[in-house]
């Protein structure tokens, strides 16, 4: 059993280690993992190649929130974790050319407005990487859709 928001690439250690020790296993179908989590942190190594320092919004209870934070830290990023932009020190951004701004899966849509987090930073430049478009629709079960 894994946890759903552990990415593709966190889990498939696991998922083959185990099928090498137990043969008749039958395991998750990638697409039970969430691919929220797997875009978001698929985007963070893509940004770690472009900036200097990375801010992850997200709650400290967060698994995925600090899984974002551990790669950028992996990547040799400087990486900090904050619930929002009053958790923000200058220091972190003195003398850097590229700031990454990104966030956890269940980071709430209005704690993490890139404007408004880069405004304590002074005079900025916003720009947005590339990624897939998240057009997952999940439908209620029948029985629910019925009542």
Not at 16 to 43: E, K, W
Request: net charge negative; aromatic share 4%.
């Amino acid at each position: 059993m894994t946890q759903t928001t552990l990415s593709v690439d966190d889990t498939k250690g696991i998922i083959a280690a185990l099928h090498q020790r137990f043969s008749d296993l039958v395991g998750p179908d990638t697409r039970d993992i969430c691919y929220a989590t797997q875009n978001r942190q698929m985007a963070v190594r893509d940004l770690c190649k472009e900036v200097d320092v990375l801010i992850v919004v997200g709650a400290r209870n967060s698994s995925n929130s600090n899984r974002l934070c551990e790669i950028g830290a992996e990547m040799g990023v400087p990486s900090y974790l904050i619930a929002d932009s009053a958790d923000l020190r200058q220091e972190w951004v003195e003398n850097v050319r590229a700031v990454g701004i990104t966030a956890g899966a269940s980071a709430l849509s209005n704690s993490c407005r890139c404007r408004s987090m880069a405004q304590p930073l002074g005079p900025v430049e916003i720009s947005t990487l590339d990624g897939p478009n998240e057009s997952v629709e999940f439908r209620l079960p029948v029985q629910l859709a019925r009542a």
